[in-house]
């Protein structure tokens, strides 16, 4: 992991969220989907801790080399403040943290869940997946249509996506639930990859466990460090042996 200070390239608003382009080319060399950066806090007490944000894109090569994205939901003081930031000015960083994802070794078929801006880290995986030559399928998820997060990438990047919202202003009414049993069948799915509020991947990963279907999640949860040291993330987990 590397600690930089990071030129703010861009910012703009998409629906609910914000977006974030920044300028940490030895933070994007290294960046995989699934994992995500520690941004420091301007200093006082309500911005005691780092706030972590999840890797929404890292470009590698081309005009963009060099840059990470983010989508921000702005629910508190601190990713309030980072949704006022403004093009070149400065975000200490420290990334990329946390364990990515793992891909399937074969052309497998691969099924992205994802609810509200849990999509946000899918998308970069859903990219990579497909320049391997791997089979995306989507199912997005949120409470309303602002917060339904790029539905035209997530057409774009796979050969089926179902969207659904709680109010029924986009797609169809209902949770990702409702729409996962179909879309796994259509897809024929070999391994799910899933996003979002913890509430949502254990439901998501009962049922591939009913299924026998391979899963991997990507797990949000406040933290302090980042690093796995201070196990403020900690959360329960079943073993194999059934522990």
Same mark, same amino acid.
């Given at each position: 992991?590397?600690?930089?200070?990071?030129?703010?390239?861009?910012?703009?608003?998409?629906?609910?969220?914000?977006?974030?382009?920044?300028?940490?080319?030895?933070?994007?060399?290294?960046?995989?989907?699934?994992?995500?950066?520690?941004?420091?806090?301007?200093?006082?007490?309500?911005?005691?801790?780092?706030?972590?944000?999840?890797?929404?894109?890292?470009?590698?090569?081309?005009?963009?080399?060099?840059?990470?994205?983010?989508?921000?939901?702005?629910?508190?003081?601190?990713?309030?403040?980072?949704?006022?930031?403004?093009?070149?000015?400065?975000?200490?960083?420290?990334?990329?943290?946390?364990?990515?994802?793992?891909?399937?070794?074969?052309?497998?078929?691969?099924?992205?869940?994802?609810?509200?801006?849990?999509?946000?880290?899918?998308?970069?995986?859903?990219?990579?997946?497909? $320049? &391997?030559?791997? %089979?995306?399928?989507?199912?997005?998820? @949120?409470?309303?249509? !602002? #917060?339904? *997060?790029?539905?035209?990438? +997530?057409?774009?990047?796979?050969?089926?996506?179902?969207?659904?919202?709680?109010?029924?202003?986009?797609?169809?009414?209902?949770?990702?639930?409702?729409?996962?049993?179909?879309?796994?069948?259509?897809?024929?799915?070999?391994?799910?990859?899933? $996003? &979002?509020?913890? %509430?949502?991947?254990?439901?998501?990963? @009962?049922?591939?466990? !009913? #299924?026998? *279907?391979?899963?991997?999640? +990507?797990?949000?949860?406040?933290?302090?460090?980042?690093?796995?040291?201070?196990?403020?993330?900690?959360?329960?987990?079943?073993?194999?042996?059934?522990?």
């Amino acid at each position: 992991m590397k600690r930089v200070r990071a030129e703010v390239l861009s910012t703009r608003k998409i629906g609910a969220y914000q977006q974030l382009t920044v300028v940490a080319p030895e933070v994007a060399e290294k960046a995989r989907p699934g994992q995500f950066v520690a941004v420091q806090m301007p200093e006082g007490r309500e911005f005691l801790l780092r706030r972590h944000l999840a890797i929404h894109d890292a470009s590698r090569r081309g005009g963009w080399a060099g840059t990470l994205e983010f989508v921000i939901d702005p629910v508190g003081p601190g990713t309030t403040w980072l949704t006022s930031t403004r093009a070149h000015s400065f975000l200490d960083l420290i990334g990329p943290l946390g364990k990515g994802f793992s891909h399937p070794r074969r052309l497998t078929n691969c099924l992205l869940v994802a609810e509200h801006h849990g999509a946000a880290t899918l998308y970069f995986l859903a990219q990579e997946l497909v $320049a &391997g030559g791997r %089979r995306v399928d989507m199912v997005i998820g @949120a409470d309303t249509m !602002e #917060r339904v *997060l790029k539905p035209i990438d +997530a057409k774009r990047l796979s050969q089926t996506v179902a969207i659904v919202t709680a109010d029924g202003t986009l797609g169809d009414r209902g949770d990702v639930m409702d729409a996962l049993p179909e879309a796994a069948e259509r897809s024929n799915a070999q391994v799910v990859y899933a $996003a &979002g509020p913890a %509430r949502t991947l254990e439901r998501v990963a @009962a049922f591939c466990r !009913e #299924r026998g *279907l391979p899963a991997q999640m +990507a797990l949000e949860e406040q933290m302090g460090c980042g690093y796995g040291l201070c196990h403020t993330c900690v959360v329960p987990v079943a073993r194999k042996d059934g522990s």
